[in-house]
């Protein structure tokens, strides 16, 4: 617990500053989100200027995979060869992204515990967590049983406001109609620099279903959460912009767009993709299975199995037909033995 009160408590003094600057709740969850946005950019950046430059580089470390393919140690040296003279880093995409993770788990706990709820005299109130008791933000919280700001509640859910009145919910829907919107517009920025990505079905669905559940979930948490998600989301939405207009805008990069633009091109038209959901999802990144392995059965790939007779199952072996009696089919041995015995009898 001491060492979830300090890694929270940096972030709940800098929510409590802006308190003191503009007494207001969301106001100041508003610039406490941009804040952080602000300092997370760089990395965001980074991580998606090395991820371009991996992507435009794939079709040479394919050749290498190409050649190396029976030799894993010799793979791997060449890879790290390859990484140094072209001075990347296979993680630099990955890492700044993963860093954000903690973060924005961190923000949100401490958005949450504003309103952290214990029972005084039987009655539910108030009891900041993370925050110094002498701020003025758990001044003002502390033992209150209402957050108000921006013509709500906040510490209540949307869909709680729609249990007392729909006037009461409006605002929560405003609000959750922004976050959609912000989801919605995030995800068609970035499907537009993707065309790999916008002819499968499947990376479709699941960049689809992002603004589903983040809306989904806006409707059940505090609105204070919601102002955080709106917020962060607007700032995505610009900062999106900013990438295309930066990063994706350079000669390299729109070759790049152009040779995914030709691959997805050339993959609708050979159809849809066979294999399972995994190579659908990912397509060349999948890990390819060896297609001549043998089977436990010893039935073969057209190989091994042919022109064995009767013995084994081989590729033109059928099964024992059925015996029709009466109208009805019977397989094979799955008549009882009575009825066997009754049949030789007769």
């Keep these: 617990m001491f060492v979830a009160v300090d890694l929270f408590a940096p972030f709940a003094q800098a929510l409590a500053f802006f308190y003191r600057l503009v007494p207001d709740y969301g106001v100041a969850i508003a610039l406490f989100t941009l804040a952080v946005m602000i300092v997370l950019t760089p990395l965001t950046l980074k991580g998606t200027r090395s991820m371009m430059i991996m992507q435009s580089l794939q079709p040479e470390m394919k050749k290498l995979q190409a050649q190396y393919k029976d030799d894993r140690q010799k793979l ?33 706990r401490v958005i949450y515990g504003l ?4 029972t005084v005299n039987g009655h539910q109130v108030f009891e900041p967590k993370y925050l110094d008791q002498s701020s003025k933000l758990y001044r003002d919280l502390f033992h209150q049983t209402h957050m108000n700001g921006w013509g709500m509640d906040l510490a209540q859910s949307a869909t709680h406001a729609f249990g007392e009145s729909i006037g009461k919910a409006i605002p929560y829907i405003i609000l959750i109609i922004g976050v959609a919107a912000t989801s919605i517009i995030q995800q068609r920025q970035i499907s537009g620099r993707n065309p790999a990505a916008s002819s499968n079905p499947q990376q479709q669905m699941l960049m689809k279903l992002g603004p589903v559940m983040i809306t989904f979930f806006s409707l059940i948490v505090p609105g204070a959460l919601v102002i955080y998600f709106f917020v962060s989301n607007l700032w995505r939405v610009g900062q999106q912009a900013l990438i295309s207009r930066t990063i994706y805008n350079t000669p390299e990069a729109k070759k790049l767009l152009e040779a995914q633009a030709k691959a997805a091109e050339e993959r609708k038209a050979a159809g849809p993709q066979k294999g399972g959901f995994l190579q659908r999802m990912l397509g060349d990144a999948a890990p390819q299975l060896n297609k001549e392995r043998p089977s436990g059965n010893g039935a073969g790939n057209g190989k091994a199995g042919a022109g064995k007779g009767t013995g084994g199952a081989g590729a033109g072996t059928k ?5 029709s009696s009466g109208g009805r089919t019977t397989p094979p041995r799955s008549r009882s033995a009575a009825a066997r015995k009754k049949k030789r009898r007769k």
């Design 115 to 118: 309103t952290h709820l214990v």
């Design 76 to 108: 791997n040296e060449e890879l790290m060869k390859f990484y140094r003279e072209n001075n990347i880093n296979p993680l630099g995409g990955c890492l700044p992204l993963l860093i954000q993770l903690p973060v924005f788990w961190i923000l949100y």
């Design 319 to 323: 099964p024992p037909a059925a015996r």
